[in-house]
């Protein structure tokens, strides 16, 4: 029965290495030299990478790496300027509430040292992210829940916000009419932001924010406050950040198996591509349902980026270049 397993896996992650050569950006196939050095030729520093299309999250991290910040200021504040956005609807202010319409935020950050910090089921604060360095940095634990984060983000000078805006009410309230929940795949291509940067030292962090799942049950909490599943870094080895359906995450503890895949010896690339053969080679994975993307990157700068549907994207700023990379993906149709 393992045995039969492992060559599943083996044989569907080589499906996805093949068919992923194939996609935009990408002319050789992962095993050719030049595409190896095409990779390895892109490793200056410092760089940052974010899921999604958040360019101006990733120019303000990258103006803090610039200036000799480091990676973990640069995660935290390339994150705020998304929780501070209220036109994107899964971050911070403006998140999609839910199903009882309240929005409730999940973070979490993760530094050179391995330490980390989480807050889960935050309400009224927009700024998640800096109340999860707080935890890591101020408190004797990791993560914080609901009242208690909320009540210690007071203590640190915060003001109650109200988060939910009057478009995120009304598309609450439109979806209210017939209460039909499904997980949306690619909300407007703008989601959970999970940012990874290297400073100039070559250290690496990471930051992960969200409201989580639009209209999620309440108390819901996903993957993105999970360290080893929304975020993982080993200062080490590289780091790996997850969006997408968080439960599907949480199952695989995906972004720990990432990065340890890069301990391994994959480069980021194939190692995002296993973990998401890990999930739709699960017997009976709906998958077709769903989306998960992973981004990574390694202690040398390089990166990858992979998901199950098409339209997952990652931001990268790196030489002056500050873009949108279309991610490759398992589900070709
Ligand atoms: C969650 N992973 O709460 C988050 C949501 C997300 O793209 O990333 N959406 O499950």
């Known amino acids: 029965m393992k045995r039969r397993n492992f060559i599943k896996n083996a044989s569907l992650t080589g499906v996805g290495l093949a068919v992923g050569s194939s996609l935009v950006g990408y002319a050789e196939t992962p095993s050719d030299k030049s595409f190896k050095n095409s990779l390895k030729s892109t490793n200056t520093l410092p760089l940052v990478i974010a899921t999604w299309h958040v360019e101006n999250a990733t120019a303000k991290a990258m103006e803090i790496l610039q200036n000799g910040g480091t990676a973990l200021d640069a995660v935290e504040q390339g994150c705020m300027v998304e929780e501070a956005d209220v036109n994107n609807q899964s971050v911070g202010k403006g998140g999609l509430p839910d199903r009882e319409g309240n929005v409730t935020l999940d973070a979490c950050i993760m530094n050179k040292d391995g330490d980390c910090g989480s807050v889960v089921y935050l309400q009224n604060i927009t700024h998640a992210v800096s109340i999860a360095r707080k935890v890591m940095e101020d408190t004797p634990h990791v993560m914080l829940a609901g009242k208690g984060a909320e009540q210690y983000a007071y203590e640190l000078g915060y003001k109650k916000e109200n988060l939910l805006t009057e478009s ?59 360290i080893g599943s929304g975020l993982f870094i080993d200062n080490e080895i590289g780091g790996c950040v997850a969006t997408g359906l968080g439960e599907e995450v949480v199952k695989t503890v995906g972004s720990f198996l990432v990065v340890e895949l890069m301990r391994q010896g994959k480069s980021p690339q194939e190692a995002c591509e296993e973990a998401i053969s890990r999930i739709v080679t699960k017997p009976n994975s709906d998958y077709k349902n769903f989306q998960v993307g992973y981004i990574a990157v390694n202690k040398q700068g390089e990166t990858g980026s992979y998901s199950i549907h098409q339209w997952f994207s990652m931001t990268k700023f790196q030489d002056g270049v500050n873009e949108r990379i279309q991610s490759e993906y398992f589900l070709k149709e």
């Open 168 to 226: 995120s009410k009304k598309a609450w309230l439109e979806w209210k009419k017939e209460s039909k929940y499904k997980p949306i795949i690619n909300i407007e291509n703008h989601d959970t932001i999970g940012m990874l940067a290297i400073d100039k030292n070559g250290d690496i962090s990471g930051a992960c924010t969200t409201s989580g799942l639009a209209y999620k049950m309440a108390g819901r909490v996903g993957d993105s406050p999970i």
